[in-house]
């Protein structure tokens, strides 16, 4: 991301070394999820629209209303937009806030996985189906048991196993439920936070039952380890975790990547296993501009992809946004290149 203040910035210029386009401009997008499906690439982003929301570090400036879903032939083809595919007044316990999806198939029937804040001003994770990858979707009545914060990710692995990360501090709530139950004194950002020399918070996973709908077991951490195999530390907020968890699967190996969020890079970890631990590897994108950064890793026709958003499109506007592709690389020890958004 330029060193320079937005108001310094000149927007025609960083486009013009911007390594990717917006896929879309009719609208702002963001938090792309990229899955093929029938041989295409669908992408399950949020919608970001500009409310006048007062700007805060709880996130109140994304009051995102509904969600779109795009489709591509190939990674430099045409996003087609398929229309609204849901709105939050078609979800009977949601109020507002419609932040980052995700998307799974199973047996002829496709879901969105969503989070949402609830009347309570709870941040939970439901489900809606459709019989169609771009939609419309049907909401489950109530949000998903057990679930909380924000950023579900949902892993397909070889056996048929269906598992959610997901998680987010800050206006993602995460910080509290660190005791188990949520707790809700105190408006700011850093209140139930471990101290900079503690383990840092972690996403957490979950097996999802057959129908997908709900969880079989209780979240669990996804700790990230440093080279000493030791868990990273609160303070150690250019590797530790933050939000926007996502896992894809190369040669044998989980790759869990993530955003460090105040940081603003997304970096990964690597494990045998897929709930961990995961040992930080390094980065995969470098600052872009824009406060956020969240992404999402897919494979289509033996090449790699990284999905992305920036907010040069809305010339710095940090809630408006626009998603992006870029290609991604491996070298032979199976480490990603970092891919620097702008020449």
Not at 62 to 72: E, R
Not at 91 to 109: R, V, Y
Not at 184 to 192: Q, Y
Not at 308 to 316: F, N, T
Request: net charge negative; charged share 25%; proline share 7%.
């Amino acid at each position: 991301m330029p060193e320079k203040p937005i108001d310094h910035i000149d927007f025609d210029e960083l486009n013009s070394k911007a390594i990717s386009k917006p896929l879309v401009t009719h609208l702002f997008t963001a938090d792309p999820s990229a899955h093929v499906f029938d041989g295409r690439i669908y992408i399950y982003p949020s919608h970001d629209i500009d409310e006048g929301d007062a700007f805060d570090d709880l996130g109140s400036h994304f009051a995102m209303k509904d969600y779109h879903v795009f489709s591509m032939a190939h990674p430099e083809a045409e996003a087609i937009d398929h229309g609204v595919a849901m709105r939050v007044e078609d979800i009977p316990w949601a109020e507002k806030q419609l932040w980052a999806p995700d998307a799974a198939h199973k047996n002829g029937t496709y879901y969105l996985f969503f989070p949402a804040k609830d009347y309570d001003g709870i941040f939970r994770i439901g489900v809606a189906i459709s019989t169609s990858p771009g939609g419309p979707f049907t909401a489950q009545p109530q949000a998903i048991k057990n679930s909380f914060s924000i950023d579900p990710a949902v892993f397909e692995d070889e056996n048929d196993n269906y598992l959610m990360y997901f998680g987010g501090i800050w206006g993602g709530q995460l910080q509290r439920w660190r005791t188990g139950s949520f707790k809700a004194e105190g408006e700011g950002p850093f209140i139930h936070l471990p101290e900079d020399n503690e383990p840092a918070l972690c996403a957490k996973v979950a097996k999802l039952s057959n129908d997908l709908l709900e969880f079989v077991e209780e979240p669990k951490d996804v700790v990230i380890l440093d080279e000493a195999g030791m868990p990273l530390l609160q303070g150690d907020n250019e590797r530790r975790f933050f939000e926007a968890p996502w896992v894809h699967k190369y040669n044998g190996k989980y790759y869990f990547s993530y955003s460090t969020g105040d940081t603003h890079y997304i970096c990964y970890a690597m494990s045998d296993n897929p709930y961990g631990p995961f040992t930080y590897k390094g980065r995969i994108l470098n600052p872009v501009v824009g406060w956020t950064s969240h992404h999402s890793i897919v494979e289509f026709q033996n090449k790699w992809y990284l999905f992305y958003h920036d907010s040069s499109l809305s010339k710095g506007v940090t809630h408006l946004r626009s998603i992006k592709c870029i290609e991604l690389t491996y070298d032979e020890f199976g480490h990603i290149h970092t891919i620097d958004p702008y020449r």
